[in-house]
């Protein structure tokens, strides 16, 4: 049973870029989380997702930043016209569809590094 | 809103017990939850309470008193692949959300 993928592992981008982040949920998980953690901070909540609907986004920022999951396909972390300071490691998590007792997963995340 | 706290760093020496506490001030609680992570990599699920006591498993424990707003994770037998950050996270009423305090990171000496 395949745990929480998520691809790239590591990604560089020039500021300006576009950085897409993809993660594929655990089998059976219908929920997705992005978190974010910047160098030696804590994780902060970005988003929360079920499929095709944006449940909560209240951490993310207001603008450059979007996110998606599909009927098919994984959830993907878009971040327009990266600055320095999007730099961060990116955690995608997912649980069950019931949210009483369920265990949250993480992913290996995605580190992003903007030149 | 959610508040947690827990110490930013402590230092324990190879076969020794600790106990790292944190704290919680919530609007709604539905399971508190701890993870490791050592640099680099990803949280790993440790455990989670949502009913106040003991949850015991292996070298590892925590304990919650939802009155209190209080948990704490006792490692014993300490080994030094533990050290890394422990992760304090409290879910919301929904039962959706993950809020993380900032994290312990535990240093075992020999």
């Known amino acids: 049973n395949a745990g929480v993928m998520q691809n790239p592992r590591h990604l560089v981008r020039r500021r300006g870029q576009e950085a897409r982040l993809r993660c594929s949920p655990m089998k059976g998980h219908s929920h997705v989380y992005w978190y974010r953690q910047l160098p030696e901070e804590g994780l902060k909540f970005m988003v929360y997702?079920?499929?095709?609907?944006?449940?909560?986004e209240s951490g993310m920022p207001k603008e450059r930043f979007s996110a998606e999951f599909p009927k098919e396909g994984p959830s993907i972390l878009r971040i327009q016209q990266v600055v320095r300071g999007d730099s961060a490691a990116y955690f995608c998590a997912s649980s069950p569809p019931s949210s009483s007792g369920n265990t949250i997963y993480f992913g290996e995340g995605s580190w992003l590094t903007v030149v | 809103g959610q508040n947690i706290d827990q110490p930013t760093e402590m230092t324990a020496t190879e076969g020794a017990i600790v106990q790292i506490n944190c704290t919680y001030q919530?609007?709604?609680?539905?399971?508190l939850f701890w993870y490791q992570q050592h640099a680099g990599e990803a949280p790993t699920f440790l455990s989670y309470?949502?009913?106040?006591g003991l949850e015991e498993k292996g070298r590892f424990s925590s304990f919650l008193s939802r009155s209190k707003g209080y948990s704490y994770l006792l490692l014993k037998e300490l080994q030094m692949k533990d050290s890394a950050s422990y992760l304090c996270a409290v879910r919301d009423r929904a039962g959706n959300m993950l809020t993380f305090g900032g994290g312990t990171r535990l240093m075992v000496k020999p």
């Open positions: 919530t609007s709604g609680f539905n399971g």
């Open positions: 309470n949502v009913l106040d």
């Open positions: 997702l079920q499929k095709e609907n944006i449940i909560d």
